[in-house]
């Protein structure tokens, strides 16, 4: 069974920098795409992120230029680097994995989920 656990959020000041962690356990994650997913308040999920199994980062328009998705097969870890931070990007970042191996694609429909970790951006 997959198990995704989220760390990293917190508070910070508009302009700062966070780094989110997930670590997956209950697979070998290696050919697995991979990814960041957000939610406010009375919005819909929004796709950050994802790292393809076979190594390519693609970005959401939300966040793009502003994070670096980045991922360690030995360690089962994947990463989330967020600088410039808004008060808009308010809003629990979710790590997910693709249910399906060997695809690029990430969907909130066919995806496993962590517990979410809170990012507030407030001066």
């Known amino acids: 069974q997959v198990h995704l656990v989220e760390s990293g959020g917190g508070l910070v000041q508009p302009g700062g920098s966070l780094r989110l962690s997930c670590l997956a356990s209950g697979r070998a994650f290696a050919h697995y795409t991979m990814g960041w997913f957000r939610q406010a308040p009375g919005k819909e999920r929004e796709f950050v992120a994802a790292h393809t199994w076979i190594g390519n980062a693609v970005y959401g328009d939300s966040m793009k230029g502003r994070v670096t998705i980045s991922r360690d097969n030995d360690n089962d870890t994947l990463y989330l680097q967020m600088n410039g931070l808004k008060p808009e990007d308010t809003a629990v970042y979710y790590c997910?994995?693709?249910?399906?191996?060997?695809?690029?694609?990430?969907?909130?429909?066919?995806?496993?989920w962590g517990q979410g970790t809170q990012v507030t951006v407030s001066s």
């Open positions: 997910a994995v693709a249910n399906r191996v060997l695809t690029r694609d990430l969907t909130v429909e066919d995806s496993s």
